[in-house]
């Protein structure tokens, strides 16, 4: 039976759930915002749906808050993109930021090339079953160094709503703090291309981001807070249009992350409109909740940033993505955070951003 909102606000820290998507190494962003919301006192993060890196923050958060708390949680945080850093491999021979910026999209002249076009196609055409055929993947190991997944089953101070895409069913799958392993994180952050798809329980699983990036509807139907942040990692604004081929693919692959999201934003705007007119008020028993939401986007802050970046490991790249999340949170905490619990900050009727 689908639980009601809270009917009072409770007299400590406002509750807040947070809704993270995916998006590669972009994820470090988000560690910015969390490592700011968590300086605030008065704000206690009760519930997480997230997708890919956002689920990597997800269990980063509530291993750091089980283990000592807010402190704990900014620590855990830390220390997992530092491991990432390493597993990447890119530190081998110190901080080449400046090299990754000419090669990896910091430049779009690379790009253009007949060389790197070539490179790209036969990239495509061939599957990870070939290129990897062990399946290799750092972050596994990453995670399972980090994570006790056995103390986060036993006893998150979180509620973890984590999406995965099944394969052969076509339907979004989210996973429960009371079953998630590395293997559900995995499957979460699983992109086709790049990896062999995850089974769990006979199921295959892709990336949770290409039906829900992050899922929104769990926090409807489960006793979670009233408000949503939702932190995005794919701009959903571009002034230009895309023109050269690695333009076009990284507006396609934005476009293609933020679908799930808007469709889901749409429906809780036309619900909630129903709500305040009163449409819904004989007939929904306890079925719909009047929710607020919030929103830190990456319009803006990551805007200056290309697909490629994405999997750019460098630790000068992680940290500078960390203070644009921290600044954007604090610009959010400034000029949205007495909306907690009072109203939304994001108009749904006007679209979104």
């Known amino acids: 039976m689908p639980i009601g909102p809270f009917k009072t ?9 947070l809704a993270l998507q995916g998006g590669g190494s972009h994820g470090a962003f988000e560690w910015g915002v969390l ?7 008065d704000i206690e993060i009760k519930a997480v749906t997230a997708a890919s890196a956002g689920a990597m923050n997800a269990v980063c958060l509530a ?28 530190n081998v021979f110190g901080d ?18 007949p060389g790197w076009r070539m490179a790209e196609t036969l990239a495509m055409s061939m599957s990870p079953y070939e290129f990897n055929p062990f399946n290799l993947n750092p972050l596994h190991d990453v995670l399972e160094d980090q994570i006790n997944f056995q103390a986060l089953r036993e006893g998150s101070p979180v509620k973890l709503y984590i999406a995965a ?5 076509s339907k979004s799958k989210v ?40 899922p ?23 002034d230009e249009t895309p023109r050269s081929p690695g333009e076009i693919m990284d507006r396609l692959n934005e476009i293609t ?14 619900v909630q409109k129903l709500l305040d007119e009163g449409l819904l008020k004989d007939t929904a028993k306890g079925r719909y909740r009047k929710m607020l939401v919030h929103a830190i986007t990456a319009d803006g802050p990551l805007s200056d940033l290309s697909l490629s970046t994405k999997f750019n490991t460098e630790w000068s790249f992680l940290l500078d993505l960390k203070e644009r999340g921290r600044t954007a949170a604090q610009t959010w905490l400034a000029d949205c955070g007495t909306s907690i619990g009072i109203k939304s900050s994001v108009d749904l009727k006007t679209g979104f951003p």
């Not at 007299?11 to 759930?17: E, H, V, Y």
């Not at 929104?216 to 571009?238: E, G, K, M, S």
């Not at 992350?257 to 036309?270: D, T, V, Y």
């Open 9 to 17: 606000k409770p007299a400590g820290p406002r509750p807040l759930s």
């Open 35 to 41: 490592d700011r919301l968590l300086e605030e006192d």
């Open 63 to 90: 291993q750091g808050l089980l283990d000592n708390g807010r402190d704990g949680a900014r620590e855990r945080l830390e220390l997992f993109w530092k491991a990432v850093n390493t597993a990447g491999g890119r």
């Open 96 to 113: 080449t930021s400046i090299w990754t910026s000419a090669f990896s999209g910091g430049s779009d002249w690379l790009k253009s090339l």
């Open 165 to 169: 895409t099944a394969v052969r069913l």
């Open 175 to 214: 996973f429960r703090e009371t079953e998630v392993t590395s293997k559900h994180i995995m499957a979460s952050a699983c992109l086709p291309h790049l990896f062999h798809a995850v089974e769990i329980d006979g199921e295959p699983y892709w990336d949770g981001g290409f039906l829900a990036n992050p």
């Open 216 to 238: 929104l509807w769990p926090l409807f139907y489960d006793d979670t807070p009233d408000d949503i942040l939702i932190v995005t990692l794919n701009p959903f604004v571009r």
């Open 257 to 270: 992350f933020n679908a799930s999201l808007a469709s889901e934003l749409r429906a809780i705007g036309f």
